[in-house]
């Protein structure tokens, strides 16, 4: 039939025999009566669009032409597709065009997407929105040969095609011999944005489908967010007060520099319109904690020199350049780690480095440039900056601890500690959340509570950890739980959900209640640890690498390497052995990845500035035939500077873990153990290592030299 009778045949029939016509017809004609065919098309499949077809019948129609017997027809190289979106008929509706496309013999298109180098979206001089695709070398030159077939062709159309649905299937009217392509298709300019996105994005493994969408709200309550916030506020606010109160005038500085730097990260965040998660907050943390670091380094090398009777101004000059070493080193290591971590993870790891990175560059610039600032400000008045109060001249006079030489005895504190957790883990295990197993998912309608109290009451009827967030309208709540997940048992759907509507009885929650179940698979998934995994690998070699080739000593890369591994062991050890004795969950997932992350970044911060300590201590006394006692001195020196840091990193964590909700609780734990541990390895056993690798004791060299 032509056009006009498949028009006419899917009208609505004016009586029951022109009903039974059509139904006759449609019998008869089973393909035929459901595609208006493209009147300029001879014969389908040679040039591409063979008509359109109602929504109602495009899974018939479709299977229809994919039978056996039907494709028998068509050269096996023809492939039938419909259009992305749909054409609105008067009198019909809505309807899709449909195309028949040449394959390769294995059924693939003929050049697929990887060989896209970039797509953008733009107008054409028409005003209407169109994709601007260019293609790589390899791209190009296949391109060329496609483009120049279909022209000689009889400007035969060349289709683009995304998740089997032909986007767009211009006649080519000249070759396309620079790889560079313009796409059209009648597209607002949403849809040529999403177009470009997914061409840039490369082939896609699989199609994307869209099988659920509903807004999901944060896993932490009002309430909790709330807490957590003024736990921050509170937090910093009491950094604030303590630098002041311990540097005076010169802590005044610190702070503006620290406000600064921390508007400049959210600034960057806004800017680009990222949103501030857990793993985004740990990096934050751990930038704050090395902003303020590196104005305490600068602080604490001035009041030195001031101690032998500098002046003033040969003290600030000597100061700070002592200062840039250690303060370049801590940063670099760090930003070593942030761009293996930034270019190869992914997920919560990848969201850490970003912030991390943002923060390094703010921190480096605030930190030395700004208070440099006010201090030459000071002395260009006349005026000289405090870099001590009355109560900070009396901490940490004359220290003269023996590290190295009960080193030992720390060695084996750890060794215990790491031991029991080893033991704890086998026996006991870690609890791993939803996020790394997987687990139940049900929406559950429940009147009159909140995000909190629903979690509250779940958690004391559900033995392990349960996720919870709020679901789209009022009353709706995305409850997720790992709890008999790896059970083989056929009623373990139903026991879990049973706790689920047990445990919200108080707010008549009844099976009624929960509008949908489901099992859900992990959401680290398995390329995202794998990823993860090796970025931090990598980030541990460019460290060990930077630290050997600055110190010119492979003990120290080793020494730094091993107290790293050390921290990891003890946060991971304290898991195992306090999971089910501390009042709150303690789950190895995104949040607790996020914190390891912090706890290896502040870690190598603080090893890195006791090593640059160290070395200059044994440059000073190269004549000293033991090294111990010179790394010794050097500890003590800088016991200042790493007590005072840790103090004020340690206590913003602290007063959000005691006051910043439930939620929090398991991550800033972990923060809390790995401020802890770092600070105790960089002393305790990075420093020592180096002792032992190296030697204690050393040849005197000789003076003519």
Do not use: C
Request: no cysteine; charged share 20%.
């Amino acid at each position: 039939g032509d056009k006009d009778t498949a028009a006419v045949a899917d009208k609505e029939p004016a009586d029951d025999n022109q009903q039974l016509s059509q139904e006759e017809f449609r019998r008869q004609n089973p393909l035929q009566s459901r595609i208006m065919p493209n009147a300029s098309e001879t014969e389908w499949g040679s040039g591409g669009f063979i008509g359109w077809v109602r929504t109602r019948d495009k899974d018939f129609v479709i299977n229809y032409l994919n039978h056996p017997e039907v494709r028998a027809v068509y050269p096996d190289q023809v492939q039938f597709r419909y259009a992305f979106k749909a054409d609105l008929f008067p009198d019909v509706g809505e309807v899709y065009k449909i195309y028949a496309l040449k394959s390769t013999p294995q059924g693939n298109p003929e050049l697929q997407g990887e060989v896209v180098a970039d797509a953008n979206e733009t107008f054409s001089q028409k005003g209407e929105a169109e994709v601007t695709m260019t293609m790589n070398s390899e791209g190009a030159a296949q391109w060329a040969i496609i483009t120049q077939e279909a022209f000689e062709a009889n400007n035969a159309p060349v289709a683009i095609v995304l998740d089997s649905a032909v986007y767009s299937a211009p006649h080519v009217n000249q070759p396309i011999l620079d790889g560079r392509s313009n796409i059209s298709g009648g597209f607002t300019l949403d849809e040529a944005t999403d177009l470009a996105n997914i061409l840039k994005a490369g082939r896609l493994d699989a199609p994307t489908n869209i099988i659920e969408e509903a807004v999901v709200g944060p896993s932490l309550g009002k309430a909790s967010i709330t807490a957590g916030l003024i736990s921050l506020f509170i937090g910093f606010s009491m950094v604030i007060v303590f630098m002041i109160v311990y540097y005076s005038k010169a802590g005044i500085y610190a702070v503006v520099a620290l406000l600064t730097n921390l508007f400049f990260i959210l600034g960057v965040l806004a800017g680009y319109g990222a949103a501030l998660t857990l793993p985004g907050m740990a990096g934050l943390v751990l930038t704050i904690g090395m902003a303020v670091d590196a104005n305490v380094l600068i602080f604490e090398r001035v009041k030195e020199e001031l101690a032998t009777g500098k002046g003033f101004k040969a003290a600030v000059k000597n100061g700070y350049m002592a200062a840039y070493s250690s303060i370049v080193d801590a940063n670099v290591t760090t930003l070593i780690a942030a761009i293996f971590l930034m270019r190869f993870g992914k997920g919560p790891v990848a969201g850490f480095a970003i912030i991390l990175l943002i923060g390094i560059l703010s921190s480096l610039f605030t930190a030395i440039f700004l208070t440099r600032l006010f201090v030459e400000r000071d002395m260009s008045k006349g005026v000289e900056t405090n870099f001590a109060s009355n109560i900070s001249k009396k901490f940490f006079n004359k220290l003269s601890y023996n590290f190295i030489g009960r080193r030992r005895v720390f060695y084996i504190v750890s060794g215990i500690v790491i031991a029991l957790g080893i033991g704890s883990m086998f026996t006991k295990g870690l609890s791993t959340g939803v996020d790394l197993k997987g687990g139940w998912s049900y929406v559950v309608h429940v009147d009159g509570a909140t995000l909190d109290n629903v979690k509250s009451a779940l958690g004391e009827s559900i033995p392990e950890s349960v996720e919870v967030k709020t679901y789209g309208a009022d009353g709706q709540f995305k409850v997720t739980t790992s709890y008999l997940i790896n059970s083989k048992d056929a009623e373990t759907s139903e026991t879990v959900k049973n706790l689920v509507v047990n445990g919200l009885k108080e707010y008549n929650v009844t099976d009624e209640s929960i509008l949908s179940e489901a099992k859900v698979g992990p959401t680290i998934a398995e390329d995202i640890r794998r990823d993860s995994t090796m970025a931090i690998v990598l980030s541990l070699i460019g460290m060990f690498i930077y630290i050997v080739l600055r110190f010119r000593k492979w003990g120290f890369g080793l020494g730094a390497t091993i107290a790293l591994f050390h921290d990891v062991l003890i946060v991971f050890s304290l898991f195992s052995i306090f999971h089910g004795i501390l009042p709150f969950t303690m789950d190895i997932d995104q949040a607790f990845i996020a914190a390891i992350l912090t706890v290896v970044g502040y870690s190598i911060n603080d090893t890195v500035v006791v090593f640059d300590r160290v070395r200059e201590f044994l440059k000073i006394h190269k004549f000293e035939k033991n090294t111990g006692t010179v790394i010794n001195s050097a500890i003590n020196q800088t016991l200042s500077r790493t007590m005072v840091t840790s103090f004020t990193t340690f206590i913003v964590v602290l007063i959000l873990f005691l006051f910043g909700g439930e939620g929090l609780k398991g991550f800033t734990f972990a923060l809390l153990v790995g401020i802890a541990v770092g600070t105790y390895s960089s002393i305790f056993i990075a420093t020592p290592i180096v002792v032992d690798v190296t030697g204690e004791q050393r040849r005197v060299k000789s003076k003519d030299k």
